[in-house]
């Protein structure tokens, strides 16, 4: 199809009035405490644009961040985006906190892949996972600002070991199980891990692929290393 003939694409889905909820409520804050009408959702938009401090501001408190210390300034505007503007600076918070407030049975994520059963996971079942694995790496004698790298596949484990490293105030990192030895070995020997979790095989296109002799050598190429799960 050309391109100039997508205008006469027909609509396949339009949102009714009961969509959107959340936007139309935070919306109806940021017109109601900065006197303003804004004309729907590209009014809203256009406003974002306009007032990039005040609607990250907005959006801290509207979901409910968990800081030990609020932000004292959102963003340099000055800063040209090649220099990598510092956003939120002077907050201070624990990602694990965040992500942990929620502990009821809504579900939190589905785990699925090509070797194993599609599996359900509530908030709840994250919370109890996540404290069971922070117990155990207390046990390790992991402190705050220790590293823990990872080199796994999408599971749930890694989440729940990401969550706890960082409740501990470590500090997370990962590899996809693809990557080869010394790509891996490059990317760690920078950040001294303490603690390597990792898995003994990892399935690609129905075939397995043994991991043992990647982990030996980034292993034995990693001397802060003192514990291999």
Known sequence: MDIKDLAEVPCTWKPTENEGKLLKKFKKIIEDKYNIKLDGYWGLHQWSVDHIPELWAEMWDFAGIISSKKFDKVIDLNTPLEKFPVWFTGAKLNLAENLLKYRDDKIAYIVTGESRRTEKVTFAEVYK????????????????????????????????????????????????????????LNRFKLIEPKVFLTIDQVIENKKSIDMFPKIKEIAEGLPSLEKLL
Do not use: H
């Open 129 to 184: 996972e996540a404290e069971l694995y922070a117990a155990a790496f207390r046990k390790f004698g992991l402190n705050k600002g220790d590293v823990v790298t990872c080199q796994m596949s999408n599971r749930k484990e890694a989440i729940f070991a990401m969550i706890a490293v960082t409740s501990i105030g470590g500090i997370w990192a990962g590899a996809l199980p693809l990557l080869g030895a010394k790509a891996v």
